[in-house]
């Protein structure tokens, strides 16, 4: 009985360090990017002007992007602080917007959050059969993922599933792993800019 409670004890201890952990969605300088990002501008008024456009698009980006967060992984987070945004000119919800489209995109693949599918579904034929998996346990995997993507593909740029598919075979990875992985932020930007009803979770 004791060994049990002291498992619960440390998978608890341990569920509450990685809530701990997890990165607080960023409180950027959009103040400092915007001035910058006006200050070669010659007409004082058309700078203000500009900036003051500026501050209320980064306002707006910051509500649209906060109910989404925690669907950023703690990698993705942490690769995005200490890379991203460490200087005045990436100061921008745009930069936190890729990570966040990437990762909403991944949880409307994952079946995680509530992504309206298209209204014409796409079959991916060539992967129907799945015949290039070495196991059954791969072809049940691939199976599951060309279903999601056959919801939300015919929507997708055509210039950027073209290029998907064009790196998706002869990998290290299943092909459909791959291709749900490269379309995943254009997904997530389909929730973020309404094209597509998405609920957070």
């Known amino acids: 009985m004791m060994r049990i409670l002291l498992a619960v004890a440390a998978l608890l201890a341990a569920r509450f360090a990685s809530a701990a952990e997890e990165l607080p969605f960023p409180d950027l300088d959009t103040e400092g990017y915007c001035t910058a990002l006006v200050s070669k501008m010659l007409v004082k008024a058309e700078q203000q002007s500009e900036k003051e456009k ?3 698009d980064e306002k707006g980006m910051r509500v649209a992007l906060q109910p989404f ?5 703690d990698v993705q987070a942490t690769y995005l602080r200490d890379n991203y945004i460490k ?3 990436l100061q921008t919800y745009i930069t936190v917007s890729h990570f966040v489209a990437t990762g ?7 079946d995680r959050i509530f992504c309206a599918p298209d209204k014409t ?3 991916l034929v060539a992967f129907k059969k799945a015949g290039y998996c070495p196991s059954k346990d791969c072809i049940r995997e691939e199976t599951a993922r060309r279903l999601r993507l056959e919801k939300y593909w015919s929507s997708l740029p055509i210039h950027k599933t073209g290029w998907c598919l064009s790196h998706a ?6 092909p459909l792993q791959i291709l749900s992985n490269c379309v995943a932020e254009d997904i997530g ?3 973020l800019s309404g094209t597509r009803q998405c609920r957070p979770g």
């Open 104 to 110: 909403v995109g991944k949880a409307c693949l994952e």
């Open 54 to 56: 500026c501050l209320v």
């Open 169 to 174: 075979l002869h990998q290290k990875y299943p």
């Open 121 to 123: 579904t796409v079959e």
């Open 189 to 191: 930007a389909q929730c």
């Open 87 to 89: 200087e005045v000119r």
């Open 69 to 73: 967060w925690h669907l950023v992984g």
